[in-house]
T-cell receptor, first 114, second 115 residues
Framework: GAGVSQTPSNKVTEKGKYVELRCDPI?????LYWYRQSLGQGPEFLIY????????DSGLPNDRFFAVRPEGSVSTLKIQRTERGDSAVYLC????????????FGPGTRLLVL | AQSVAQPEDQVNVAEGNPLTVKCTYS??????LFWYVQYPNRGLQFLLK??????LVKGSYGFEAEFNKSQTSFHLKKPSALVSDSALYFC?????????????FGTGTLLAVQP
């Protein structure tokens, strides 16, 4: 079956612009996660959804970052007033939602803020 | 607070030799432990996990890992390395007693297998 997909694969924007990153989880997965990976670092947790609601958004760095999952499937990560420090690979993962469930990752969106 | 340490930035091993990639963790409850592999310009691929039960966990591509509670470690091993195993490996932990499913990742270990 299809894995997690993310679009776009690459995004170049200018400082101060608004961007949206999309994630399509594995069909039937109730949990969806966003992580950010900076160069030379491990993935860093941002937010996760159980169904439509954000179960844990403790990793969002500030109020410029926001994510939605209105129908419990596709999710969009939104970044307002982008800064050069936002440049990173944004990874999405999904799982069956049970504790300890394996998270399966998409290929990521590489965001570059000029 | 949860944390994961991968003490080696890079591990070099000759093809055919056994390999070990080290990981130690810290959680307040029982740990759920994971290993992922990342190839260049690719996402993370799941290798194996420990939730409960047998301390020796077997995973994809011949990899295995041993959970050691007293040493708070979860080292990744393979009896015979292949050149194609060369990649970046990440250990991750979830606090089994916590309410969130978020994973905390280590900084990664680059495995280089020489022919």
């Amino acid at each position: 079956g299809a894995g997690v997909s993310q679009t776009p694969s690459n995004k170049v924007t200018e400082k101060g612009k608004y961007v949206e990153l999309r994630c399509d989880p594995i069909s039937g997965h109730t949990a969806l996660y966003w992580y950010r990976q900076s160069l030379g670092q491990g993935p860093e947790f941002l937010i996760y959804f159980q169904g439509t609601g954000a179960a844990d958004d403790s990793g969002l760095p500030n109020d410029r970052f926001f994510a939605v999952r209105p129908e419990g499937s596709v999710s969009t990560l939104k970044i307002q007033r982008t800064e050069r420090g936002d440049s990173a690979v944004y990874l999405c993962a999904s799982s069956g939602g049970q504790a300890g469930g394996t998270q399966y990752f998409g290929p990521g969106t590489r965001l570059l803020v000029l | 607070a949860q944390s994961v340490a991968q003490p080696e930035d890079q591990v070099n091993v000759a093809e055919g030799n056994p390999l070990t990639v080290k990981c130690t963790y810290s959680v307040s409850g029982n740990p759920y432990l994971f290993w992922y592999v990342q190839y260049p310009n690719r996402g993370l691929q799941f290798l194996l996990k420990y939730i409960t039960g047998d301390n020796l966990v077997k995973g994809s591509y011949g990899f295995e890992a041993e959970f050691n509670k007293s040493q708070t470690s979860f080292h990744l091993k393979k009896p015979s390395a292949l050149v194609s195993d060369s990649a970046l490996y990440f250990c991750a932990v979830r606090d089994g007693g916590g309410a969130t499913n978020k994973l905390i990742f280590g900084t990664g270990t680059l495995l280089a297998v020489q022919p």
